[in-house]
């Protein structure tokens, strides 16, 4: 299942999470293979190639879009004016 507004790209992010400030662990699909990686700050180190790929429902995009809440939240809405 392609993710992201980059669907065609041949290199896409699957999903990522956070194991710390600066430490990442990231599923991108690269063609029709899957792989775990593991980023900090001075290195990208592949941890496992999957054998069967992990389906990720597309979420929701959120509404309404981060930079327009954050505006209306500072008053600065032009909508609203």
Do not use: C, W, Y
């Amino acid at each position: 299942q392609r993710v992201g507004p980059n669907s065609n790209q041949v290199i896409e992010l699957v999903s990522s999470r956070a194991l710390g400030p600066r430490d990442r662990l990231v599923l991108v699909q690269i063609g029709n293979e899957q792989v775990l990686l593991g980023i900090t700050p001075g290195r990208i180190t592949p941890l496992h190639v999957l054998k069967e790929p992990v389906q990720v429902p597309v979420r929701e995009q959120a509404t309404p879009e981060f930079a327009q809440r954050l505006m209306e939240l500072m008053g600065k809405d032009k909508d609203k004016k």
